[in-house]
């Protein structure tokens, strides 16, 4: 079955049981009293001829279904070289439809590699803001990368100040590793509150995503290039394995409901591919994408297939009841495989691998006692054993991992093996903290540093808001740490706090 068949099944599905004749009716020339494209234009998943094009038709973005009618608006999306659409390349029409509220996915094709255009969507008379995209380069090239890295932007926390700033850093591309929006309910007492109780249902979701979309910071770092883009938990609920939910109160049915609902709604406000998949609560968003022949992005999945947390979750004292089982897993047995085998067969320069929680192992017990987060890789040791031996079998010191999830920064050394000093470092962790979650951040504290002190594979930690820049050559990768100061009020300005350097085929990470 092919990706595309997947989804239009959906839509007819749906359809039918609705029995809604009012459904199919096709709006040519909608009329809106409100500006249609108020959630901003994106784009995301490039290749050497295209990308995808994201917007959603919302004229009340907060109000059911986005204040739309029940019918199929007409949306005319265009492709140009150049900023005033004098030069226009490709155009087409897409038909939105309330199934997937109205949102709008297209894949356009047939443009040139390691190209910049320029594109917007009209519907009836109203037009969209500009968004820019670029292709990746040709199979063959070795064209440098610069790319942000972002995550974890809880709106009650704090503002998306740092978004703000990462729209302004001509970035090729940026890779958001998750917890895009959060689920909880609207709390009194925050920087600004979301709307409604904790999401559960598709509708609910949607609704978060809106609020988070209406930002104007948010948008303007989607419109500044596409987004290769992942999740974590927060998508359907915080620190949730596979079919268990946060308490394990829920059912298998019922997670696996949550999850359909968080995961369409993600699919429908994402600038992503469609993926085949059985149903939404299966959705497969583990993806690679080429930049030429200078870095393969490996986009992972660490929620929807773990085993579930060891120990009943948290941090403990290891080794603890099925720790260390080698049955456990936390990308699941296939994702495994199709990562480690994928390693192998990659000629690229440099393999990214894209992900949600940290690889290297935080344990905060002094002395010889390790304790360590059941949620993280230092939960599935053997699982991670297993990833970090294909990488020094197969990529050593060409491998860079993305993390997000901890809400602070760290520049970690991966091994095969942490309790083995002696073998050789084989990969480089660099960690981004939040855009928001957490609120304004922390200063290390003095038990904290003698804890850092006990691990020298920890190179450097910050707990303040932010995101990093890569830029990223045949021979060496570097990466630029940026933090606001602040995020409970607005105008923070944006520093540069650390750089740092990995060497193509030397092992380690060097401060610049
Ligand atoms: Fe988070």
């Known amino acids: 079955m092919q990706r595309r068949d997947f989804l239009v099944d959906v839509v007819r599905l749906s359809a039918l049981c609705a029995g809604l004749p009012n459904e199919w009716r096709l709006t040519w020339r909608p009329q809106y009293a409100d500006n249609p494209f108020a959630l901003g234009v994106a784009s995301g998943d490039p290749w050497s001829a295209g990308a995808v094009l994201w917007t959603r038709v919302a004229p009340r973005p907060l109000e059911p279904h986005g204040g739309m009618p029940g019918n199929r608006p007409v949306v005319v999306w265009e492709v140009a070289e150049d900023e005033a659409f004098t030069k226009i390349v490709k155009q087409g029409r897409y038909t939105a439809a309330p199934e997937l509220s109205y949102s709008v996915h297209v ?21 969209s803001a500009i968004g820019r995209v670029r292709t990746t380069p040709a199979d063959g090239a070795n064209t440098p990368l610069r790319f942000g890295v972002a995550s974890c932007a809880n709106y009650e926390n704090g503002l998306f100040t740092a978004y703000g700033h990462l729209a302004n850093e001509r970035c090729d591309l940026v890779t958001h590793l998750g917890d895009y929006i959060y689920e909880y309910g609207g709390r009194d007492q925050v ?8 999401i559960i249902t598709v509708d609910d979701y949607r609704l978060r995503y809106a609020q988070y979309k209406l930002e104007a910071e948010l948008q303007a770092a989607h419109a500044m290039c596409p987004w290769l883009v992942t999740w974590d938990d927060h998508e359907v609920d915080n620190n949730y394995a596979n079919e268990f939910g946060e308490n394990r109160m829920e059912s298998a049915e019922q997670m696996r409901a949550r999850r359909a609902a968080g995961y369409q709604a993600w699919w429908e406000h994402q600038p992503v591919r469609v993926p085949r998949a059985r149903s939404w609560a299966d959705l497969d968003i583990r993806r690679t ?21 060891a120990c009943d979750d948290g941090n403990r004292t290891v080794p603890c009841g099925d720790w260390d089982n080698p049955a456990r897993s936390i990308l699941g047995a296939q994702q495994e495989q199709w990562l480690t085998e994928g390693l192998g067969q990659s000629r690229s ?24 987060s059941m949620d993280q890789w230092s939960g599935y040791p053997r699982s991670r054993e297993r990833i970090l031996n294909a990488i020094a079998e197969r990529a050593p010191n060409r491998t860079v991992v993305l993390t997000g999830d901890i809400h602070s ?6 091994r095969a093996g942490f309790d083995r000093p002696d073998r ?9 903290t939040s855009i928001a979650s957490g609120g304004d951040g922390q200063e290390q504290t003095e038990p904290f540093k003698a804890r850092l002190a006990e691990l020298p594979y920890i190179k450097w930690q910050s707990g303040r808001r932010g995101y990093y820049v890569c830029d990223v050559t045949e021979r060496e990768w570097r990466t630029d740490y940026r933090e606001v100061p602040f995020v409970t009020r607005p105008g923070a300005p944006v520093h540069t706090v650390t750089r740092w350097r990995v060497e193509h085929g030397r092992a380690g990470i060097t401060a610049l």
């Open 107 to 127: 894949e356009v094709d047939g443009l040139q590699p390691d190209r910049w255009y320029f594109y917007r969507f009209q519907s009836g008379e109203a037009k």
């Open 191 to 198: 920087v600004r509150s979301h709307l409604g109780r904790e």
């Open 289 to 309: 994408t080429n930049w030429g022949a200078l870095a393969r992005f490996w986009m992972l999945d660490t929620r929807q297939y773990r085993d579930d947390q």
């Open 349 to 372: 320069r440099w393999q990214v691998l894209g992900q949600q929680v940290m690889v290297a192992p935080y344990d905060e017990a002094l002395g010889p006692e390790q304790r360590v």
């Open 409 to 414: 920064n760290w520049v970690n050394e991966l």
């Open 424 to 432: 050789p470092v084989v990969a480089a962790e660099f960690v981004g």
